[in-house]
């Protein structure tokens, strides 16, 4: 359940703002689902605005650094975070379009174990509170 | 400051056991320098062991799914952890292990925006708790 | 589910200490209403009593520091932390108690985007760890 | 020590995309202050313009909602997730910026209770795993 | 709903090498039951058969430091760390674990007492950014 | 740097309801020495107040459920939400606490082993979203 409305393509067709993104999204992803994430934004046409321009401009389609990271790599740091941040429907929905980007199975195993060993070694380093070395000082 | 001693090279070589995963550090790594990480495990020699065997598994020389992800992939997935678990030491040992792997400023200028937006839905999602479409099940 | 029992009102008028909390909650709120977060404390009447006691003058009744910050941003503020922390019954709890208390949907849009902000740059920040400015410091 | 470079005013001065932001920071706080938070940021122009057009229009001079939050109650949510978030920069300029809103001391005092009591009851109730009550249910 | 399939044991008794850690984990643990997270696992074999390894040098069967914790005291640990990282299933899984090692009602409520209160003292020495004082050093 | 003054001896002593708390942890203690927490609490009587008498209740001098939980334990179980929650000053002053309560470095070892074993499997249950086993539902 949500803390807020979902709103169905009918109530977003009753607002030109929201529905403008909406045909957006579809647009681009050349696809006629919208998943919930938007229909919960839809409460708050500028939010909603907003993070799609930049959604749009970081993870579908980067004009300002072209080919830095290759999509499936980006989806995988987003994963990683949601990860970490405990967000379940944030990990659903980037896992699915890890593998709409074509994430194999051994790709998903090596991911698990680097994000474990991360997790893991993040708490030894906390509770042992390791002083940063001088040498990776960038100053 | 650490909540355990941090080992020097002579402390080191007062313990077999320790001098061992030391020595395969450098061995592996081509490089005489041991991060103080290593240093503050070497208080317990099982988990200092049972570390480096993973680490070396999961992020230096893979041997379960070679190739699955390129090892630059792997330091930004575990920076990303290290950053939504607020690891300070991970994140600055991890950001040099990226950049010594070829990390370019434009890679990680998109790292950071894929980084933040994560951050940022994760915590719009959480907010509105936003239920996981049915469309994203794989069972 | 739970892990542990929720206690229905046929429970709670078992145990006269649970029984006077509960009497009190429903006094102090003017409901009937009895949410899930004090059934399940019910396990615990020392915990429970203590935690109405704290909730009471922290959220509800504050003797303390009367009017120094007002209940609705007082819920904000709750259900910022509970973002941050992923507590999804929390988040769920105080978005709720703040409608109840007069949030407006624009306060609620204008809530969302300083929450994502924060997360935003709270990412960016640790990813790149910087250092606190001198201009910062209260000693 | 950062994981970047932090620039100095010399060193803005020769990237002209990087002057004119500092310039809108200067001219829009009307202070000659520019905390490390951007000096960091200017290693990634793009980011850097990115970032401070959305701080600004969230937190600074809001047009979307003019009036929905005040300022002091927006820093407060800030401080709020950039605590659940140990991000301790985060927390040392937002509390500086509140105080320069005109956080008092009984505010301050108000605002670590809330997000105290939060803390408390959010671990308790993640450990309890209480089930969110059907009454709060929006859809 | 899972972000992979979860093994039946039909599905398992089609791959030898899942099939094997199976039947360890229910020689060691004497019980046929075998919860979703190895049934999740199994979609890797490599990661279930070191996790397992892990899970039962640590938790079930020490054979490094044998009786230096006893085993309801590692549950506590595992169910505070799992409660602080917001993951349902575990807390879930090692409260049930905790209880068939001889959880008592009134050490759950000790806990859960012990747990809040690290999280809010937690959340006001971040807020405050109290500085470590230097007679915690240990170098 | 803290976000607040801390009070010395000398500060303290101008404010007798700040003086009582402090002379009450000293003689309950046992120790002249108070740590930096409790000196920047002082800025807030009242939540020093009901900290001091919390964290007694709790931790040092519990009544309610006497003997339930060891005194060692609840500081591993205090240091485990700590790790998790990154609050460095937290895992400082209660990994002293426990060696002050006797713990061992072989129990210090098997601590970290427990602790970075759960972050791991939080982490890949996490990415997983493993389904919670009806099995483990109290209800």
């Known amino acids: 359940m949500a803390t807020v409305k979902l709103w169905t393509d009918a109530e977003v067709s009753t607002s030109p703002r929201v529905q403008a993104v909406f045909d957006d999204i579809r647009a681009t ?3 006629d689902f919208v998943n919930n994430f938007w229909r919960a934004l ?3 046409p500028a939010l909603l605005e907003r993070t799609w321009v930049s959604i749009k401009e970081v993870m579908v389609e980067p ?10 790599t980006k989806e995988l740091i987003y994963i990683a975070v949601s990860t970490a941040n405990s967000c379940s ?17 051994q790709q998903h195993a090596e991911f698990l174990a680097v994000v474990g060993m991360a997790a893991e070694t993040n708490a030894i380093v906390t509770a ?3 002083p940063v070395d001088p ?3 960038v100053e």
């Open 135 to 137: 040498e990776f000082n």
């Open 128 to 130: 042992l509170q390791v």
């Open 63 to 72: 004009q300002t650094y072209p080919g830095a990271l290759d999509p499936l």
């Open 29 to 31: 992803r050349k696809s």
């Open 89 to 105: 429907y944030c990990v659903h929905s980037h896992t699915a379009a890890a593998r709409a980007k074509g994430l194999t199975d």
């Open 42 to 44: 839809a409460n708050q």
